[in-house]
């Protein structure tokens, strides 16, 4: 299989367990993803022929940049010291103590490759933390500072895994040297990081600011700058990339959120490629996983050195290793923690080291590096043990998540749900719902002649705020609006039958019919399939066969559109005068009127409208976010939201 064949089928393997974890929620993404690599391996016999280079380069570059570009922020600073303590101290703890309990474990392991399997299963991941948070109530300080950790400890546990894996790849190990180059790797790593990405922030600025604005150039251009900073520093100084990619996202997101250069527009679109990129890496990484899972443990049993079971039993073990270091580390941090500010040992809450022991799960960073160890040393030997290692780190990988999915909500259940808003802030519901009331407001005082397309906006937004509301429409209503465009498809036919409008024109007027109901159904959270799938087809009907039309033309299906929605409502008042009938009548009733007032320049009239009640959706965010009733965050997103109704609705051709 060629390598865009690989990738494409990776990428709708990775679609499907997003799909399925929709379904099936009690289970990570990422264990799902791990399930249907396994089963691709099994069932298929596939296999991936991985070259060292480009792994890390592909993998390991962009998803350090983008841990750097995340670093903890102002809610995260309180916590500052517990998270670098964890991400720098505790990782090299972990290499050190649970290199030597996995090599008495594993006598036939060699040290330096037992060091190497405990340094790369050192980093926690941020993705599955933050998955992990989403279904467990975590305390909001736990999550902080396992969260904060995750984001920056991937350097210092790539730092140590390479050291060892160097010792194992050319046989001798010097101290002396070690941290000779270990401060050379990592300054000059640093060094390059920083001044790399200024400069390339510097340029892109200034090239902004001269007039190259295209979005599509400046969103690739910083993609690209990790793998060039990265082989920059690996290639061209001999130093870490790993840090240098790390220090470059750091510089980027300080220098990116000090600055007002780039648009709104920009930043937007950058982050959501980084979302894309993110999620297609960490997905792709663990169907890898799935993948050579199989393969490594056939491997383990053909070299009759252990069977399935004792191979098992080595994985378990070391991941319990790597669990309780990091619970014993947390405790003993607390300890020391008082006895610095309160000189006194004070009660220690095991509980919360247990919380932090389990969410500290292990993920892509992890697998990149396990994956990246070469097959033979220097001496042109076999790696010793290499499937051995990938075999123990694809169990431990999977038992941290399923441990954190099983034990954290036992253990946490009775913590109050993370907040990162403050105490004040409304939730969204209320928020849309007073911007949606503002916007009614807004709108009634609009000019007298609009009134009936005023109208029709003003039911639009009392459509959403009921939804919004947590009133659901009941049977009665769903039938009544059923009923309706049954009717208004009725009428249409019986225009075609008359000839009052041509089959072409029916078709137009039935795109408009569907369009509206369909819309209906958007705001009821609603899906019908076989009105989804006539839409499509008239879409496809009206671009195929479209004719220019003229002012005659156009007045006549504005006519029809009328007369549809009069039979509509004349059916429907044969049914009585309820509350909720009345409502749908008023609705076509000032269609119709609208359609009436306006005729031809009902489009020109009804975009005019439109204009004003995002308008007004800007000033009702921006008076919320003025009196603090909102977080920034959820302002940005109401925001975003009128910029595409804006680009979706009222952009011309």
Known sequence: MQLIEIILFLTLLLLLSTIVNHYVKAIPVSLIQVVFGCGLALIGNFSI???????????????????????????????????????????????????????????????????????????????????????????????????????????????????????????AFSLKNAVGDFFYISIVGAIIGVATMLVISLVRKWLYKNGLTNLVFNVVLQIVSPFVIYLLSEDVFHASGVIAVVTAGIVYHVNNTSTQSSSAELQLISEQAWNIIVYLLNGIVFLILGIELPFAMESVINDMKFNTFQSIGYAVVTWLIILIIRIVWIILYEICHNLITTKKIGPIDIRAANIVGFSGVRGAITMAGILSIPLITVQNEAFPDRELVLFIASIVIVLSLLAAVIVLPLISKNDPVVSYNNDNHWSEEKARIYVLNYVIDDIKQMERPDKHICNILIDQCELMIRQLSSIKPDELEKSIRSLAVEYEHQAVKKLVADNVVTSKEANAI????????????????????KLEFMSAIQTTKLWLFK????????????????????????????????????????????????????????????????????????????ELLINDKISLKLASKLRQEVNYVENNELSTD
Do not use: C
């Open 49 to 171: 022929n991985l070259s060292t280079d480009w792994f890390l380069l592909l993998f390991i570059a962009p998803l350090l940049f983008n841990d750097g570009r995340r670093f903890p922020k102002d809610e995260l600073w309180e916590l500052r010291w517990p998270i670098f303590a964890n991400a720098i101290i505790l990782v090299f703890i972990t290499m050190f103590f649970g290199g030597l309990l996995i090599y008495k474990l594993i006598p036939s392991m060699p040290l330096p490759v037992a060091f190497s399997l405990a340094a790369i299963l050192s980093p926690t991941d941020p993705i599955a933390v933050e998955s992990i948070a989403k279904k467990v109530r975590l305390p909001k300080n736990i999550l902080h500072l396992v969260n904060g950790e995750s984001l920056i400890n991937d350097a210092s546990g790539l730092i140590g895994f390479k050291y060892a894996i160097a010792a194992t790849v050319y046989g």
């Open 510 to 529: 039935n795109y408009q019919i569907n369009h509206r109901e369909l819309k209906n159904l958007v705001a009821f959270n609603d899906f019908n399939f």
């Open 547 to 622: 004719q220019r039309s003229d002012k005659e033309q156009k007045l006549k299906i504005q006519k029809a559109l009328i007369m549809v929605n009069d039979y509509t409502v004349q059916k429907l008042n044969e049914h009585g005068d309820s509350k909720v009938i009345k409502s749908i009548v008023d609705e076509y009733t000032n269609l119709s009127l609208a359609l009436r007032t306006r005729s031809l320049d009902y489009e020109k009239y009804y975009r005019i409208a439109k204009e004003r009640e995002l308008e007004a959706y800007r000033k009702g965010i921006q």
